[in-house]
C-alpha cells in the first residue's frame, strides 16, 4: 500500500516489475469522512503512482483508509466510481487466539456482516465490489488480539517469541478453516530485527510445505472468484508464470536518467588516464581489429559439491590462444560454501570474490561494511586466499548501496564492484565497456540507488543484460530469461547471439553472469559446454577472470602482443582442438 509522500517510485517500480502487487494508501495524516476530499485523494494517490511507475491503471486495484477509519458507504461509492476492485480497512477478530475462524473476504452485496469495530461501516448494499476483512492477529501470550502485526500490545521481543507470534496465527488458519491469513503492518516494522528474522525464518518454511501459496491480494481475490482445487492449481491461469531461478536478481527496471554531477565532463587522455580512470564508453580507441576478444565468466552463490562438478568438467582443461588456461571469478558467499572447493579452484587460478556472508539484501552502508569485511576475512582465514588477491565484490541480488558501497568497498581494499546493470536497447546496439567511478555512475539507474559521486580509481564492470533466445526480452543474468531456452542447441544459439553482439560489434568484454545451479538442467549445461567449444575455436577470443580483464583494461594490448602481456602470462600448456559448430 504505497503513499505518494516518502515513496521512491524507482523501489516501487522495481517491486512491480518483480510481481508485486501496487495498492493505494494515503499521505492524509488524519481519516477523511468528506467524499469529495476522499475522492480527490484517491484520484491523486492514483494518479502519482501512474505517473511515476509507469504501470496500467487496471494493475492499481486496492485501497486502504489510513488509520481504518473509512467513509463507510460513501467510500465504497468512490471506490467502485474510480475502478477499484476491493478495499481492504475494514477488522474482524476471532474470537479465541486458537481455534477461533477468521473471516473470508466477501462482497458488499450486504451490509458489513461483522461488529463494527471502527464506524462507520457500510449499511447498504453495493454490487461488484470486494472488502478483504484485516483479521486481527493474537498476541504471542494469547492475550489479546492485535489489530496489525506491528500493533499488539505485547510485543514479541526476541526472535523465538516473534517467530512463535507468526507461526501461531499462521496454523489457526491452516489447521482451521483455511481462511486466507494476511500480515497487515508497516514496513519500518522490520526494522525491529527480531521480527525481521521470524518473519524471513517463518516465509521459508511455510514455503516448504506442498499447499501453502504466498500472493498479492489481488491474486487471492482471482481464487475466491474462481475457486480452484488444490490438486488443479498448477493449472489455474490467474497463478501462472513463466519459471525462473530462485533467488533472482534485481532485474533492470526502465531507466532513469543518469544524475548530472557538474560542468565536468570525462575526457580520455585528459581528465581521466589510465591506468587508474577510463571514462565511459562504448567504442575502445584502439583499432577493433587489434582488440582481443574478452570474454569473462561472473558465478555467482555457494561453491560446494552440487555444483563444482560442473566447473571442474567445463573449465579446467581449457586454453587460451596463448597457451594459458582459460579462468573464471567466483562470487562466494559465506553461508553454503566448501572452503576446501575455494580453496582448490583458487589453486586452479580462479579468481575468487565477494559475495557477501548472508547472501541477504546488504543496502545499507553498516551492512556493507560489515558483511564485506567479514566475507574477505573468512576467504582468507579459511581458504588461504590472501586478502590482497580478493578484489571484487558482487551485491546479493545486485541491490546496492550505491555512493556507501563505493566508499566502503575502497576502504576494504577492493577494486572493483560488479553489481550495477546497463541494458542494451534495442539488442543489436553496443554494450558498455568496463569503466571507472571517476565521475560516478554516467548510465542510466536500473536498480537505484547507483553512484552520484566520483569515486577515484575504482572500477565498475557493469553487468550486461542479455537478450533472450527469442530476442525478445532482457536477462540480466544469463540464466535469469523469463522464457528460457527449452533446449540445449537454443541455449547455444542464445549464448553465441549474444557473443556474436561484442564480437562483429565493438568488441566490448563480453560478461556470462549466472549461477551454478543453473547447469543443474543438463540442456544449460551442455549448451553451455557448447558454446565453450565454439568460443575455442576462435583465435582471438580469451577467457578469463574479471580481475584479469581489467589488467587489460589498465593496459590495453593489441593482440598481436598478447604472447608478451605479463598479467595473462603462465606456464604453457597445449591447447585441446575443439570442433567448430554452426
Given amino acids: 500500500m504505497a503513499t505518494r509522500k516518502g515513496t521512491d517510485f524507482n523501489i516501487l517500480l522495481d517491486f512491480y516489475n518483480r510481481g508485486f502487487e501496487v495498492a493505494t494508501h494515503t499521505d492524509t495524516p488524519s481519516a477523511i469522512t468528506n467524499t469529495t476530499i476522499l475522492e480527490l485523494e484517491i484520484k491523486t494517490e492514483r494518479q502519482t503512482i501512474l505517473d511515476n511507475v509507469f504501470m496500467s491503471a487496471n494493475?492499481?486495484?486496492?485501497?486502504?483508509?489510513?488509520?481504518?477509519?473509512?467513509?463507510?458507504?460513501?467510500?465504497?461509492?468512490?471506490?467502485?466510481?474510480?475502478?477499484?476492485?476491493?478495499?481492504?480497512?475494514?477488522?474482524?477478530?476471532?474470537?479465541?487466539?486458537t481455534g477461533g475462524l477468521n473471516s473470508f473476504p466477501l462482497t458488499t452485496d450486504f451490509p458489513w456482516p461483522y461488529p463494527c469495530n471502527i464506524p462507520p461501516c457500510w449499511t447498504q448494499s453495493h454490487s461488484n465490489f470486494w472488502e478483504v476483512p484485516i483479521n486481527a492477529l493474537w498476541d504471542y501470550k494469547k492475550a489479546y488480539p492485535c489489530p496489525t502485526a506491528d500493533g499488539c500490545h505485547n510485543r514479541p521481543d526476541t526472535e523465538e517469541d516473534a517467530r512463535e507470534f507468526i507461526m501461531m496465527n499462521f496454523k489457526n488458519s491452516y489447521n482451521g478453516n483455511r481462511a486466507p491469513l494476511g500480515f497487515h503492518m508497516m514496513g519500518n516494522f522490520f526494522r525491529h530485527v527480531p521480527f525481521y528474522r521470524a518473519m524471513d525464518r517463518f516465509i521459508k518454511e511455510v514455503l516448504m510445505l506442498p499447499d501453502v501459496?504466498?500472493?498479492p491480494i489481488s491474486k487471492m481475490l482471482d481464487w475466491m472468484e474462481q475457486p480452484v482445487p488444490l490438486a488443479q492449481i498448477t493449472r489455474y491461469e490467474s497463478w501462472k508464470c513463466a519459471p525462473l531461478a530462485s533467488p533472482t536478481p534485481a532485474m533492470p527496471a526502465l531507466p532513469t536518467?543518469?544524475?548530472?554531477?557538474?560542468?565536468?565532463?570525462?575526457?580520455?587522455?585528459?581528465?581521466?588516464?589510465?591506468?587508474?580512470?577510463?571514462?565511459k564508453t562504448f567504442d575502445h580507441s584502439m583499432n577493433k581489429s587489434d582488440i582481443p576478444q574478452i570474454v569473462y565468466l561472473a558465478i555467482d552463490d555457494a561453491l560446494d559439491t552440487s555444483v563444482s562438478g560442473y566447473f571442474e568438467r567445463l573449465l579446467f582443461n581449457r586454453t587460451n590462444p596463448n597457451g594459458c588456461p582459460i579462468s573464471a571469478t567466483f562470487f562466494v558467499p559465506t553461508t553454503g560454501t566448501n572452503y576446501t572447493l575455494v580453496r582448490d579452484f583458487y589453486a586452479k587460478g580462479m579468481e575468487i570474490g565477494s559475495h557477501s556472508v548472508t547472501h541477504n539484501n546488504v543496502i545499507t552502508r553498516e551492512a556493507v561494511s560489515r558483511e564485506a569485511r567479514r566475507s574477505k576475512e573468512n576467504l582468507a582465514t579459511y581458504a588461504d586466499i590472501p586478502l590482497s588477491d580478493i578484489l571484487g565484490y558482487r551485491s546479493p541480488y545486485l541491490a546496492t548501496a550505491g555512493d556507501d558501497q563505493a566508499d566502503v568497498l575502497q576502504n576494504l581494499g577492493y577494486a572493483y564492484d560488479i553489481s550495477y546493470t546497463f541494458t542494451r536497447r534495442p539488442s543489436y546496439a553496443k554494450n558498455v565497456w568496463p569503466l571507472t567511478a571517476d565521475f560516478a555512475w554516467p548510465l542510466p539507474c536500473n536498480v537505484a540507488p547507483c553512484l552520484r559521486r566520483p569515486h577515484r580509481g575504482f572500477w565498475e564492470v557493469p553487468v550486461n543484460s542479455m537478450w533472450d533466445y527469442t530476442n525478445t526480452d532482457i536477462c540480466a543474468y544469463a540464466d535469469d530469461c523469463q522464457r528460457p531456452p527449452p533446449t540445449h542447441d537454443h541455449v547455444r544459439r542464445y549464448l553465441t547471439n549474444n557473443f556474436k553482439n561484442s564480437y562483429e560489434g565493438n568488441k566490448a568484454p563480453f560478461g556470462l553472469h549466472f549461477h551454478g545451479r543453473w547447469f543443474h538442467e543438463s540442456r544449460n549445461y551442455m549448451g553451455f559446454k557448447g558454446f565453450l567449444d565454439y568460443l575455442q575455436t576462435l583465435p582471438d577470443v580469451y577467457i578469463v577472470s574479471v580481475k584479469k580483464m581489467l589488467d587489460w583494461m589498465q593496459y590495453p594490448t593489441p593482440k598481436s602482443q598478447i604472447q608478451t602481456f605479463g598479467p595473462w602470462?603462465?606456464?604453457?600448456?597445449?591447447?585441446?582442438?575443439?570442433?567448430?559448430?554452426s
Fill in 257 to 279: 536518467l543518469a544524475p548530472k554531477l557538474s560542468a565536468e565532463k570525462c575526457v580520455q587522455g585528459q581528465n581521466c588516464k589510465l591506468p587508474s580512470c577510463f571514462c
Fill in 569 to 581: 602470462k603462465c606456464a604453457v600448456m597445449k591447447r585441446p582442438q575443439f570442433q567448430q559448430l
Fill in 213 to 215: 501459496y504466498i500472493i
Fill in 59 to 97: 494493475d492499481i486495484q486496492g485501497w486502504r483508509s489510513p488509520y481504518l477509519k473509512t467513509a463507510g458507504d460513501e467510500q465504497i461509492r468512490v471506490l467502485k466510481k474510480l475502478g477499484y476492485r476491493y478495499d481492504t480497512s475494514k477488522t474482524f477478530v476471532r474470537k479465541n487466539a
